[in-house]
T-cell receptor, first 111, second 114 residues
Framework: TQLLEQSPQFLSIQEGENLTVYCNSSSVFSSLQWYRQEPGEGPVLLVTVVTGGEVKKLKRLTFQFGDARKDSSLHITAAQPGDTGLYLC???????????FGQGTRLTINP | EAQVTQNPRYLITVTGKKLTVTCSQNMNHEYMSWYRQDPGLGLRQIYYSMNVEVTDKGDVPEGYKVSRKEKRNFPLILESPSPNQTSLYFCATGTGTGGWGEQFFGPGTRLTVL
């Protein structure tokens, strides 16, 4: 059973479109991280959110932490081919002293 | 340059032949861990280490061993590899409380066990 469920698992869209990736759980997280992984490399941290309702922006990427700290979303505006990659969410379960990863969303942006 | 290095990057071996994947970091982080990545399953933690001489099992430790004799190195040992250990392996260091802050990953080792 996956503690963090990401959806969709695969997404292929055209350049210029907008998209949202979701990361959901029944557990409460004290913090949540988003990583991007490109082929042949390890994941690289994009952002960490720690406060319920928090919104962080990184250029065309907007990250939101749910009010109850059980879910998060990543929204990309005007997607570009350089956004192609595997996006992973990871959360620290409150009280469990553990970092868990979602299964990832493989995003392909077609020119 | 701050980095995590792994060797080898690619390895094809046969069932039962002991192997070691090395991991080294130059960031002076106390927390290190090993993950395996399989399609549809994401990253699953194999073992982690909070400090020198302290190691603990992660979610999928069966068939693996680790050691942490010095801060910078955290090798992963497969005493008798089996085909179900074919996977992409990542070593990582962690920052913050308990090592659960930002994770810094190595480039990965793709292992095939025939």
């Amino acid at each position: 059973t996956q503690l963090l469920e990401q959806s969709p698992q695969f997404l292929s869209i055209q350049e210029g479109e907008n998209l949202t990736v979701y990361c959901n759980s029944s557990s409460v997280f004290s913090s949540l991280q988003w990583y991007r992984q490109e082929p042949g490399e390890g994941p690289v941290l994009l952002v960490t959110v720690v406060t319920g309702g928090e919104v962080k922006k990184l250029k065309r990427l907007t990250f939101q932490f749910g009010d109850a700290r059980k879910d998060s979303s990543l929204h990309i505006t005007a997607a570009q081919p350089g956004d192609t990659g595997l996006y992973l969410c990871a959360g620290v379960i409150q009280g469990a002293q553990k970092l868990v990863f979602g299964q990832g969303t493989r995003l392909t942006i077609n020119p | 340059e701050a980095q995590v290095t792994q060797n080898p990057r690619y390895l094809i071996t046969v069932t039962g032949k002991k192997l070691t994947v090395t991991c080294s970091q130059n960031m002076n982080h106390e927390y290190m861990s090993w993950y395996r990545q399989d399609p549809g399953l994401g990253l699953r933690q194999i073992y982690y280490s909070m400090n020198v001489e302290v190691t603990d099992k992660g979610d999928v430790p069966e068939g693996y061993k680790v050691s942490r004799k010095e801060k910078r190195n955290f090798p992963l040992i497969l005493e008798s590899p089996s085909p179900n250990q074919t996977s992409l392996y990542f070593c990582a260091t962690g920052t913050g409380t308990g090592g659960w802050g930002e994770q810094f990953f190595g480039p990965g080792t793709r292992l095939t066990v025939l």
